[in-house]
């Protein structure tokens, strides 16, 4: 009997089905799983965790890496992987967890947001720190790219820059410069980064029309689809979809209208865990290279590290998730060709990445984040510790079943396995202790005699494998009972 395994649906509940109990440390492939990389360090620790990050690169292709912290504004020192206070001149900031940084390139400049700081640009060609962007713009929670207008949101207001012009917030006259107040459905939640964008507010989603040459140069329709966003920051976007979580559930939103993406298969098991608190606090981001979206979020709400990341192929239609401590993801050039050896660092001899890492390889966007410790990373190192529970197999014919072997269908040479049984499907899983592979036969030599078999397969840290696509599991009638 072969047990396939297609996807990670913990919410739904059945008997013989290919889908898993348990995707550990993985990725969805369309066959099974393959590894998921150990984060890589990438540069010398912050002095605090990080509330925001960016990475742009100019034309000259000079890559610049931004973070925010509590008071300050970092610049990554591509020499040697150290991070420059960057903030303004005598300026403390007071960005906290709650009202963190937000970042946008915009030409020549990075621009940064939060709340409770005047909006702040660095240019890239000339700056050596931050100063405020001119013009007498409004503070801001969320900031986004409307193509040829910047846009800053507040609790309940939309702003956007003059046309091409970032230091003219001025409406009237000559200026395209303008606002639209949302006075109902919540709070604004952010918005998308394009010309026609998506406003997000707590319980509504509204499309925007651009409409250059008219007295109204954006329109917005509610899109009534009774639902808005719960988590600001999961709010990410890619080739025309856009991902985000709201109370109860992760969605997208494409030409197609809004689409649960996790419903039936992740939704519930992880809302019924996840510590209200923490809804808000989840974070998105989509990888800038394969069909991926990343959720950051905390489920034991112990710490401000979040503790494990949802992974969501939308090519696919499949989850799975890792497990270990983060403090922020950030696309590494996305939307660009990525870094180069000579774009990113002058010293090869001091510099902390292995320079046969993919991030330094002729220039690929790769996903990065933040680590427990504040050193950026890639997920370059080696394979982490994959853990993958099959569904459960049995006989529903009053048969009892034989085993005397289990073979795990992955190209690794050193797996482990735990074997659950029961009789009864409402009782709990007796588990066996942990099974050895038979390294001559690749299979594990067991003795079950059961009705019901559930199996968790190990495979450990920094074992080579590239796809593990479910088990092979012989079983013989032993009678009834």
């Not at 079943?401 to 659950?420: C, E, Q, R, S």
């Not at 709990?428 to 036969?441: D, G, K, R, V």
């Amino acid at each position: 009997m072969i047990v396939a395994v297609t996807e990670w649906r913990p919410d739904a509940e059945g008997l013989n089905v290919g889908w898993a109990v348990e995707m550990t440390n993985v990725l969805p492939a369309a066959e099974g799983a393959i590894p998921f990389k150990q984060l890589q360090a990438l540069t010398e620790a912050l002095e605090e965790q990080p509330l925001g990050a960016i990475a742009v690169r100019t034309n000259s292709g000079t890559v610049h890496i931004f973070a925010g912290t509590t008071d300050k504004l970092w610049k990554l020192d591509n020499a040697d992987g150290s991070w420059d206070d960057v903030s303004k001149a005598a300026t403390t900031y007071a960005a906290t967890e709650d009202e963190p940084w937000r970042f946008k390139p915009w030409g020549d400049s990075v621009v940064a947001v939060n709340i409770n700081d005047d909006p702040q640009e660095f240019v890239l060609s000339s700056s050596t720190e931050f100063d405020d962007l001119a013009g007498n713009p409004p503070r801001a929670r969320h900031i986004a790219d409307f193509r040829n207008m910047l846009g800053l949101m507040n609790d309940d207001e939309l702003f956007w820059s003059d046309t091409n012009d970032i230091y003219n917030w001025t409406p009237g006259g000559a200026s395209n410069a303008g606002s639209q107040p949302f006075p109902s459905g919540g709070i604004i939640m952010g918005a998308t980064d394009e010309t026609n964008p998506i406003v997000f507010q707590r319980h509504d989603i509204n499309i925007g029309t651009y409409q250059p040459g008219s007295d109204e140069i954006f329109t917005f329709k509610n899109l009534g689809v009774g639902r808005g966003c719960a988590a600001p920051y999961s709010i990410c976007s890619r080739d025309g979809r856009t991902f985000f979580a709201d109370t109860g559930g992760f969605f997208q939103i494409s030409a197609g209208g809004v689409t649960p993406i996790g419903v039936e298969k992740i939704d519930r098991t992880i809302f019924e865990a996840l510590p209200a608190p923490e809804l808000s606090r989840i974070r998105g981001e989509v990888d800038p290279v394969y069909s991926r979206v990343y959720f950051a979020l905390n489920v034991s709400g112990s710490s401000a590290v979040y503790d494990r990341i949802l992974i969501y192929d939308w090519v696919l239609q499949r989850w799975t998730m890792a497990r270990f401590p983060a403090s922020l993801l950030v696309p590494l050039l996305s939307g660009t060709a990525g870094a180069s050896l000579d774009g990113l660092t002058d010293n090869i001899d001091t510099y902390p990445l292995s320079f046969d890492a993919k991030a330094l390889q002729g220039g690929a966007p790769t996903m990065a984040c933040f680590d427990a410790d504040f050193k950026l990373g890639v997920f370059q190192g080696q394979n982490l510790e994959a853990k993958i529970t099959v569904r459960e197999a049995g006989d529903t014919t009053r048969s009892v079943t034989w085993v005397d072997n289990i073979m795990p269908i992955v190209d690794a040479l050193h797996v482990t396995m735990y074997a659950g049984t029961r009789m009864m499907r409402g009782k709990p899983y007796t588990w066996s202790n942990l099974h050895s592979i038979n390294e001559e036969t690749g299979f594990f030599d067991v003795r079950i005699e059961t009705r019901f078999l559930q199996c968790q397969f190990i495979i450990p840290a920094g074992e080579a494998w590239s796809l593990f696509q479910g088990a092979d599991i012989p079983a013989f009638p032993a009678g009834e009972r």
